[in-house]
């Protein structure tokens, strides 16, 4: 768990909720034309880890629930999908460091993820892309979207969500 009240209580209110079929085509949809290294944050069953590790992605699912690494190891193995594209680690993912991550997916809650925004605007580097499940990042402008209700999700370019809060920063000062 993490130390201070804000990391326990984020920690406490994202429940295993797995990624529906049309979602992680969404996913596989806005990271089309992108390589490199993917985190998924609360990665559960890892289907979002095993989709974009067919897509030739470097992934690793961060989990706390060891039962769903347990589950996303075993069906790797079953399946042959090597260590070098899957990953799964029982990790708190709020006490890592994501900055060798070059694409980070999250299916979390509405709640966390105004303080999962400011850890990634910390973290990661401007080429990064963020593509959030279901839930939106509150004040970060959209690089695009894809589908609909409960299945669209969000893309974010890390560059441009920095330079417009600084322009936000700014018009607020004035």
């Known amino acids: 768990m993490c130390t201070d009240s804000l990391h326990v209580c984020t920690v406490v209110q ?7 079929k049309d979602q992680t085509v969404n996913v596989m949809k806005l990271l089309e034309g992108r390589s490199g290294r993917l985190a998924d944050l609360g990665s559960g069953d890892g289907r979002l880890v095993f989709a974009a590790s067919a897509a030739g992605f470097q992934s690793t699912g961060f989990e706390i629930n060891s039962i769903l690494v347990a589950y996303a190891r075993s069906k790797a193995c079953w ?20 900055s060798s991550y070059n694409n980070v997916t999250a299916f979390l809650a509405p709640g966390v993820m105004e ?9 990661l580097s401007d080429d990064a892309l963020v593509i959030a499940c279901r839930f939106p990042f509150p004040n970060w402008p959209q ?4 589908g609909f209700g409960l299945d669209q999700t969000f893309a974010y370019d890390i560059s441009t969500v920095r330079s417009y809060l600084r322009s936000e920063a700014k018009t607020a000062v004035q």
């Open 143 to 146: 690089q695009s979207f894809a």
């Open 14 to 20: 994202v429940p295993y909720l797995p990624s529906s």
């Open 115 to 123: 303080v999962l925004g400011e850890k990634l605007l910390k973290e």
């Open 79 to 98: 399946t042959g999908v090597p260590s070098s594209q899957a990953v799964f680690v029982k990790k708190d993912f709020w006490k890592t460091d994501l």
